[in-house]
T-cell receptor, first 111, second 113 residues
Framework: SAVISQKPSRDICQRGTSLTIQCQVDSQVTMMFWYRQQPGQSLTLIATANQGSEATYESGFVIDKFPISRPNLTFSTLTVSNMSPEDSSIYLC????????FGPGTRLTVL | GENVEQHPSTLSVQEGDSAVIKCTYSDSASNYFPWYKQELGKRPQLIIDIRSNVGEKKDQRIAVTLNKTAKHFSLHITETQPEDSAVYFCAASIKRFGNQFYFGTGTSLTVIP
């Protein structure tokens, strides 16, 4: 399967600021997704990143808070906007062709 | 969307014994069921999957069974080893919901040497 890398791997941010997470796949994938995972918890889907169009968001997630871009079949970004401590989590990028695989995650701490 | 329940939340077994994790789903249109293993601090890794047209699939010490009528599927690990210790997640996928996965709550498996 393809390999996903994410940048940054971790960050500590101040309340009210924004952070953009980059996701790069080493080959083209049909679908890309963004998940959030709290420590010791399951994976919660934030949105499906659609190439060349607006992302499809799950209930409880909105574009103003989590803007997503996907300019091509190998790259996507997730921005966490106007952060608060409740946004502290691990954010995982995921790609799928026949199988779905995950990036290493970005550990975000908001102070 | 889909609702996936997973049991047990924690499981401890002696090395060499078998471990079974069960998941149920709510939408009969779910057609793909992967299982992921996540070691501490690492990304989830696909270990086995099954599609709705198959009742059972096996890969060495790991097997998955699917009961479409009852809407449940199970992961079976035989001859467990300490390196099997991890959190395991099941998921279900429905084509009409864009094929996105709905994950279970996870099972923390500990294999005691």
């Amino acid at each position: 399967s393809a390999v996903i890398s994410q940048k940054p791997s971790r960050d500590i941010c101040q309340r009210g600021t924004s952070l953009t997470i980059q996701c790069q796949v080493d080959s083209q994938v049909t679908m890309m997704f963004w998940y959030r995972q709290q420590p010791g918890q399951s994976l919660t889907l934030i949105a499906t990143a659609n190439q060349g169009s607006e992302a499809t968001y799950e209930s409880g997630f909105v574009i103003d808070k989590f803007p997503i871009s996907r300019p091509n079949l190998t790259f996507s970004t997730l921005t966490v906007s106007n952060m608060s401590p409740e946004d502290s989590s691990i954010y995982l990028c995921s790609g799928r062709n026949n199988e779905q695989f995950f990036g290493p995650g970005t550990r975000l701490t908001v102070l | 969307g889909e609702n996936v329940e997973q049991h047990p939340s924690t499981l401890s077994v002696q090395e060499g014994d078998s471990a079974v994790i069960k998941c149920t789903y709510s939408d009969s249109a779910s057609n793909y069921f992967p299982w992921y293993k996540q070691e501490l601090g690492k990304r989830p890794q696909l270990i086995i999957d099954i599609r709705s047209n198959v009742g059972e699939k096996k890969d060495q010490r790991i097997a998955v069974t699917l009961n479409k009528t009852a809407k449940h599927f199970s992961l079976h690990i035989t001859e467990t080893q300490p390196e099997d210790s991890a959190v395991y997640f099941c998921a279900a996928s429905i084509k009409r919901f864009g094929n996105q996965f709905y994950f279970g709550t996870g099972t923390s498996l500990t294999v005691i040497p």
